[in-house]
């Protein structure tokens, strides 16, 4: 399967009988052991912001997700929009994904546009080997069929000093729905752990903040992960996600629960 149709299936639909938008939770959209697939934490947020953007036809400045559990395999997953403020320009809403009755993540969002006064980012874009010269990425538990299988995901240099930076290719659509891919590609932070601690590990994610920079066509991703600290089982990181040219497109920060594998 194809990114562009991983993608695809991100994208939640509004329900005809309701106000809310639903998703079926398919196992191309979920990570962990195979008797226990749930969906990715970026795949939540993804499906939050798709739905938010629809819903008020705004695009995404900014995002934070909190986590309580995550959907398991072929559920059902609801979501709901609601918009608190709303500006000339620019609106706050908040998002809540459920199933059944139990709320399993809560988003928060900015959205909106100004007039442009051009465009600055100070953010530093370090070149890279280019993809095609760069191994897969070499994922701590990965089963045929998850999310991890369908993304081509390359290790463009060797991790060090807390830090981490990849290739992603991106989906045909992805300008099309880049908040979205964006959100999804940002959860992978956490790969950051087991090479730069010497141990196998895996995390679960707390929280998850996106600030959409730019919308700009790009065929790959690079991002840069950096941890800033580990302590007492708790990670906390941020990532730079670039297009290939260099644009700066998002920033992401991230806390988590550090687990070592068997």
Same mark, same amino acid.
């Given at each position: 399967?194809?990114?562009?149709?991983?993608?695809?299936?991100?994208?939640?639909?509004?329900?005809?009988?309701?106000?809310d938008w639903a998703l079926r939770v398919?196992?191309?959209?979920?990570?962990?052991?195979? +008797?226990?697939?749930?969906?990715?934490?970026?795949?939540?947020?993804?499906?939050?912001?798709?739905?938010?953007?629809?819903?008020?036809?705004?695009?995404?400045?900014?995002?934070?997700?909190?986590?309580?559990?995550?959907?398991?395999?072929?559920?059902?997953?609801?979501?709901?929009?609601?918009?608190?403020?709303?500006?000339?320009?620019?609106? +706050?809403?908040? =998002?809540?994904?459920?199933?059944?009755?139990?709320?399993?993540?809560?988003?928060?969002?900015?959205?909106?546009?100004?007039?442009?006064?051009?465009?600055?980012?100070?953010?530093?874009?370090?070149?890279?080997?280019?993809?095609?010269?760069?191994?897969?990425?070499?994922?701590?538990?990965?089963?045929?069929?998850?999310?991890?299988?369908?993304?081509?995901?390359?290790?463009?240099?060797?991790?060090?000093?807390?830090?981490?930076?990849?290739?992603?290719?991106?989906?045909?659509?992805?300008?099309?729905?880049?908040?979205?891919?964006?959100?999804?590609? =940002?959860?992978?932070?956490?790969?950051?752990?087991?090479?730069?601690?010497?141990?196998?590990?895996?995390?679960?994610?707390?929280?998850?903040?996106?600030?959409?920079?730019?919308?700009?066509?790009?065929?790959?991703?690079?991002?840069?992960?950096q941890l800033l600290s580990i302590s007492?089982?708790?990670?906390?990181?941020?990532?730079?996600?670039?297009?290939?040219?260099?644009?700066?497109?998002?920033?992401?920060?991230?806390?988590?629960?550090?687990?070592?594998?068997?």
């Amino acid at each position: 399967m194809s990114a562009t149709e991983i993608l695809n299936q991100l994208i939640p639909k509004k329900r005809e009988e309701g106000l809310d938008w639903a998703l079926r939770v398919d196992r191309n959209l979920c990570l962990g052991p195979p +008797q226990f697939k749930h969906m990715s934490g970026g795949a939540c947020t993804a499906a939050m912001i798709s739905a938010m953007e629809q819903e008020i036809g705004k695009p995404v400045i900014q995002a934070a997700t909190q986590f309580l559990f995550s959907p398991k395999a072929e559920e059902i997953a609801s979501i709901t929009v609601d918009v608190s403020r709303t500006g000339r320009s620019i609106c +706050q809403a908040q =998002a809540s994904l459920s199933v059944g009755s139990e709320t399993t993540a809560t988003l928060s969002a900015t959205l909106g546009a100004k007039k442009d006064i051009g465009s600055f980012a100070w953010t530093k874009y370090e070149n890279a080997e280019i993809p095609d010269n760069c191994p897969r990425i070499p994922f701590v538990r990965e089963d045929p069929g998850d999310l991890h299988s369908h993304l081509d995901m390359r290790l463009a240099e060797t991790p060090g000093s807390g830090g981490m930076r990849f290739w992603v290719k991106t989906p045909d659509n992805f300008l099309e729905k880049a908040s979205a891919f964006l959100a999804l590609i =940002a959860d992978y932070l956490p790969e950051a752990i087991h090479f730069n601690i010497g141990q196998s590990a895996g995390a679960v994610s707390l929280d998850n903040s996106v600030r959409i920079v730019r919308h700009e066509a790009t065929d790959w991703l690079l991002c840069h992960t950096q941890l800033l600290s580990i302590s007492d089982g708790i990670f906390h990181g941020h990532m730079d996600l670039f297009a290939d040219n260099g644009s700066l497109l998002a920033t992401a920060s991230q806390s988590g629960v550090v687990r070592l594998s068997a």
